[in-house]
Nanobody, 125 residues
Framework: QVRLVESGGGLVQAGGSLRLSCTDSERTFTSYAVAWFRHSPGKEREFVAA????????DYADPAKGRFVISRDNAENTVHLQMYNLKPEDTAVYYC??????????????????WGKGTQVTVSS
């Protein structure tokens, strides 16, 4: 069983940075691919970034390219999403998700079986 917990969200001004973290309380997701998705009111939940179990493969949605960095520390059982130059349109609840297809940094929600409860990111203009 994989139980994901996100942290690091908050309120930040446009242009600022935040680092989100995702951990697995059962300490099992080091062999899973992990992704970040986000959901804002009136929109579908959308893909942000993903990383394979070993960190070799990553993928980013276009809005995240050049501003967000996904990384993982399997020794610490943690996946991070470092976000730079945040914009008001980045405001959303951010969710991490885990996939047993460990080598694939997939962008589709269908690949991910386990989800956290989310952390709110609010970017003020």
């Amino acid at each position: 069983q994989v139980r994901l917990v996100e942290s690091g969200g908050g309120l930040v001004q446009a242009g600022g940075s935040l680092r989100l973290s995702c951990t697995d309380s059962e300490r099992t997701f080091t062999s899973y691919a992990v992704a970040w998705f986000r959901h804002s009111p009136g929109k579908e939940r959308e893909f942000v970034a993903a990383i394979s179990w070993d960190g070799v493969n990553t993928d980013y949605a276009d809005p995240a390219k050049g501003r967000f960095v996904i990384s993982r520390d399997n020794a610490e059982n943690t996946v991070h999403l470092q976000m730079y130059n945040l914009k008001p349109e980045d405001t959303a609840v951010y969710y991490c998700a885990a996939s047993a297809f460990a080598g694939v940094a997939a962008a589709s929600r269908a690949w991910y079986k386990y989800w956290g409860k989310g952390t709110q990111v609010t970017v003020s203009s």
